[in-house]
Nanobody
């Protein structure tokens, strides 16, 4: 099993920045990809960004150019730097890890962007 704990959410004004962190623990040796997804009220969960252990990053269309994902393999942590935040970025953000084709999820952290 893999445990994921997110931190860094909160309330910010439009145009501001936030940084999310996710710490992985447990059976982490075979994790090959980590990332962030988000879910707004009444909407499906959507991709924000993913990154491989080797540093290859992939972004959702709505955040590309504004958000940056990073990984620290030594600390087993993944980060999400969110800049130029918009009200439509308001959602619960979930950390994700893929280990041997199994998906693991954190409990989520709320990000609210006020206009």
């Amino acid at each position: 099993q893999v445990q994921l704990v997110e931190s860094g959410g909160g309330l910010v004004q439009a145009g501001g920045s936030l940084r999310l962190s996710c710490a992985a623990s447990g059976s982490i040796s075979s994790i090959n990809t980590m990332g962030w997804y988000r879910q707004a009220p009444g909407k499906q969960r959507e991709l924000v960004a993913t990154i491989t252990r080797g540093g290859f990053a992939n972004y959702g269309d709505s955040v590309r150019g504004r958000f940056t994902i990073g990984i620290d393999n030594a600390k087993n942590m993944v980060y999400l730097q969110m800049n130029s935040l918009k009200p439509e970025d308001t959602a619960v953000y979930y950390c994700n890890a893929i280990r041997l084709s199994n998906n693991f999820w954190g409990q989520g952290t709320q990000v609210t962007v006020s206009s």
